[in-house]
């Protein structure tokens, strides 16, 4: 299991009840990233105390303001590959579900298999960093054009998503 992807899984996913009782958790998960580049822990540092000090409420709310009510920082990578009536999205989404199905990785009900906390879940399942590299340059120019919407708005998730597309980039991390 690759931690960081698991990571930014969960802080990119929906907050829920099981996230907020979870912070202390999450704060060692990051500090114990030996691996990670010390800037790119402050980055994950910094958006769990910011996070962490928000009521659920208030954090759920943020959330939907930020990539529900926005269409330009939805998490949905093929919105930012494809026009909305483009025929592709839909291939490419049958493509990503078949790939999901062909390693046993369960999509839960309802969701799209572009979501990006979900593709971070599937990656932190991959057993060799370099397969997740491979796999993550797919999704960095989709990751740039999110963090660079939510970079003009500062928002406190454009470090996050801006993380994502690094990772994509990224030809060597060390081991």
């Known amino acids: 299991m690759i931690p960081v992807y698991k990571i930014l ?3 990119l996913e929906y907050p829920s ?10 704060k060692q998960a990051i500090s114990a990233q030996d691996d ?12 769990t105390d ?16 930020t990539f529900d009510m926005t269409a330009d920082n939805s998490l949905y990578l093929t919105y930012h590959l ?16 078949e790939l999901y199905k062909s ?5 839960g009900d309802g969701e799209l298999p ?14 060799d960093l370099h397969s997740a590299q491979s796999f993550l340059q797919q999704t960095a120019q989709a990751a740039d054009i999110i963090a660079s919407n939510l970079e ?24």
């Open 9 to 11: 899984s969960v802080l």
């Open 17 to 26: 009840k099981e996230m907020a009782a979870s912070w202390d958790d999450i």
């Open 36 to 47: 990670l580049p010390a800037e790119d822990k402050q980055r994950l540092a910094e958006f």
């Open 50 to 65: 910011w996070a962490s000090t928000m009521s659920l409420t208030k954090l759920q709310a943020e959330y939907v303001n």
């Open 82 to 97: 494809f026009d909305e009536q483009d025929r592709d999205r839909g291939p490419a989404l049958i493509q990503l579900s």
């Open 103 to 107: 390693t046993g990785f369960e999509i």
């Open 114 to 127: 572009d979501y990006l906390p979900l593709i971070m879940e599937f990656v932190s399942t991959m057993d």
């Open 152 to 175: 003009k708005k500062e928002s406190p998730y454009a470090p996050l998503v801006r993380l994502v597309e690094h990772h994509g980039h990224l030809t060597d991390i060390a081991a």
